[in-house]
């Protein structure tokens, strides 16, 4: 190869390496990402759905619920976005501690199915934000699960339920709310 391709060649890599890099440090600034989240929460055409408590864990038999499994009554979080905009943002408070490798977990139901969006731990104020700039599409959403598990990378919602909302004029005809006690 003669000695400007390969000059050429080296340039090229240079450039690219530098290119991901900037890409790379981008995608992982928690501040621009926190400011992006701000702007969407603050936008004059944000669009939001307040999240319910969800329906409690199913009783062991004996009508308990399984021991430690017990949602915060108080927890209430709500899923905003703006229109054109592609971030969704989940805002959770009034969570219970978790220990060890428990989080939880936001998914997301659009037309193409579950989505897990995040996993999260609240601090000490039992306040956490998810935000979401992957498939599904804000608009698309219909249906948001919070649950209180460890996170197995599972795509439906798991573990204790938490929170969930759902909006019937926005599913699809044949559409039905996540059915927790099914696991469906």
């Given at each position: 190869?003669?000695?400007?391709?390969?000059?050429?060649?080296?340039?090229?890599?240079?450039?690219?390496?530098?290119?991901?890099?900037?890409?790379?440090?981008?995608?992982?600034?928690?501040?621009?990402?926190?400011?992006?989240?701000?702007?969407?929460?603050?936008?004059?055409?944000?669009?939001?759905?307040?999240?319910?408590?969800?329906?409690?864990?199913?009783?062991?038999?004996?009508?308990?619920?399984?021991?430690?499994?017990?949602?915060?009554?108080?927890?209430?979080?709500?899923?905003?976005?703006?229109?054109?905009?592609?971030?969704s943002v989940v805002d959770l408070q009034g969570l219970a501690?978790?220990?060890?490798?428990?989080?939880?977990?936001?998914?997301?139901?659009?037309?193409?199915?579950?989505?897990?969006?995040?996993?999260?731990?609240?601090?000490?104020?039992?306040?956490?934000?998810?935000?979401?700039?992957?498939?599904?599409?804000?608009?698309?959403?219909?249906?948001?699960?919070?649950?209180?598990?460890?996170?197995?990378?599972?795509?439906?919602?798991?573990?204790?339920?938490?929170?969930?909302?759902?909006?019937?004029?926005?599913?699809?005809?044949?559409?039905?709310?996540?059915?927790?006690?099914?696991?469906?």
């Amino acid at each position: 190869m003669p000695k400007g391709a390969r000059v050429a060649v080296v340039l090229s890599l240079v450039v690219v390496v530098a290119w991901l890099g900037f890409r790379a440090t981008r995608a992982f600034d928690q501040d621009r990402h926190a400011a992006e989240a701000a702007a969407v929460l603050s936008a004059p055409d944000v669009v939001t759905y307040q999240l319910s408590p969800a329906a409690p864990a199913p009783a062991d038999g004996h009508g308990r619920e399984p021991a430690g499994t017990a949602g915060s009554p108080a927890a209430s979080g709500r899923l905003s976005y703006r229109p054109r905009i592609w971030l969704s943002v989940v805002d959770l408070q009034g969570l219970a501690p978790v220990a060890g490798d428990e989080r939880y977990l936001v998914f997301l139901r659009n037309w193409a199915g579950w989505t897990l969006a995040g996993a999260a731990r609240p601090g000490a104020d039992g306040a956490v934000q998810v935000r979401s700039a992957a498939e599904p599409r804000p608009p698309t959403i219909y249906e948001v699960v919070v649950t209180r598990a460890v996170d197995d990378a599972t795509s439906v919602p798991h573990g204790q339920p938490v929170l969930h909302w759902f909006d019937a004029s926005l599913a699809p005809p044949r559409a039905r709310q996540f059915d927790f006690a099914r696991g469906a």
